[in-house]
Nanobody, 117 residues
Framework: QVELAESGGGSVQPGGSLTLSCSASGSIPGFNGMGWYRQAPGKEREMVATRTNGGWSNYGDSVKGRFTISRESGWNVVYLQMNSLIPEDTAVYYC???????????WGQGTQVTVSS
């Protein structure tokens, strides 16, 4: 079992920045990816950004150039630096950890991000 602890959500004005962090503990797969998905009210959950422990990153089209994902080397901690936030970024952000072979997929409880003037 894997536990994911998220932090860093909150409210910010348009154009502002926030950083989310997520720490994983437990029986973590050796080859894995960590990242973030988000779900806005009335919408499907969408991929925001992921990064494997081998260093490959992937971003959703709507956040490219504004968000940056990073991982601490040797630690199962992932960060999401969110810049130039817009109201459309308002959602619950979920941390995720998954095995690269697709065998397991874990989710955090979610943290709210609200972008509003």
């Amino acid at each position: 079992q894997v536990e994911l602890a998220e932090s860093g959500g909150g409210s910010v004005q348009p154009g502002g920045s926030l950083t989310l962090s997520c720490s994983a503990s437990g029986s973590i797969p050796g080859f894995n990816g960590m990242g973030w998905y988000r779900q806005a009210p009335g919408k499907e959950r969408e991929m925001v950004a992921t990064r494997t422990n081998g260093g490959w990153s992937n971003y959703g089209d709507s956040v490219k150039g504004r968000f940056t994902i990073s991982r601490e080397s040797g630690w199962n901690v992932v960060y999401l630096q969110m810049n130039s936030l817009i109201p459309e970024d308002t959602a619950v952000y979920y941390c995720t950890l998954y095995a690269l072979d697709g065998s397991t997929h874990y989710w955090g409880q979610g943290t709210q991000v609200t972008v509003s003037s």
